[in-house]
């Protein structure tokens, strides 16, 4: 079945560490997201990437990086720059043409510890 | 910066009962999408309106689209427990995809 898979599901962090989320799709798709959702709030944009080997800084860039070395792989490091990282991390990706919609996946919990 | 706003945040009904939520956003759009979210989930697509369109149908839901007045509403008829989730509208903004804060609706037995 073709999706977009998160994992881990829950993570914990102690202060000053890096940690990497994964972030897999076998759908084709050329657009790929990272969304950072605090509890009760809505989505707001870390990263995204339009083809390989190109991304794009969101509004909440600070703290976290990306790469994107395969078309069907978008992982995000939170960084230990990122002062408050605890929250839930939503990758998605879509078709790279106008009015398209966004699949996303399970999402990954991030607690720091 | 959020380009969607939803209205309400909370919404509680009786099942059975219609829900009628409300986006507004502050620029032009290529359309305009909405999203339900479950408890500690991915959200997933309901459906999409482009600019040039005023209403689209699918099942029990029912989005309208005022260009004009910069707003969106997402009626779901005749709820059932299982509609309890957030709604999001989300405008596209090529490459970008802004979410609104949401509406959480509680569908009572």
């Known amino acids: 079945d073709g999706g977009i898979t998160q994992s881990p599901k829950y993570l914990f962090r102690k202060e000053g560490q890096n940690v990497t989320l994964s972030c897999e799709q076998n759908?084709?798709?050329?657009?790929m997201y990272w969304y950072r959702q605090d509890p009760g709030q809505g989505l707001r944009l870390i990263y995204y990437s339009q083809i390989v080997n190109d991304f794009q800084k969101g509004d909440i860039a600070e703290g976290y990086s990306v790469s994107r070395e395969k078309k069907e792989s978008f992982p995000l490091t939170v960084t230990s720059a990122q002062k408050n990282p605890t929250a839930f991390y939503l990758c998605?990706?879509?078709?790279?043409?106008?009015?398209?919609?966004?699949?996303f996946g399970q999402g990954t919990r991030l607690t720091v510890v | 910066s959020q380009q969607g706003e939803e209205d309400p945040q909370a919404l509680s009904i009786q099942e059975g009962e219609n829900a009628t939520m409300n986006c507004s956003y502050k620029?032009?759009?290529?359309?305009l999408q909405w999203y339900r979210q479950n408890s500690g989930r991915g959200l997933v697509h309901l459906i999409l309106?482009?600019?040039?369109?005023r209403e689209k149908h699918s099942g029990r839901l029912r989005v309208t689209l005022d260009t004009s007045k910069k707003s969106s509403s997402l009626l779901i008829t005749a709820s059932r427990a299982a509609d309890t989730a957030s709604y999001f509208c989300?405008?596209?903004?090529?490459?970008?995809?802004?979410f609104g804060k949401g509406t959480r609706l509680h569908i009572l037995p």
């Open positions: 759908l084709n798709h050329d657009a």
């Open positions: 998605a990706s879509s078709k790279w043409q106008p009015n398209t919609e966004a699949f």
């Open positions: 620029t032009s759009i290529n359309n």
């Open positions: 309106i482009r600019s040039n369109e």
């Open positions: 989300a405008t596209d903004f090529s490459p970008q995809i802004i």
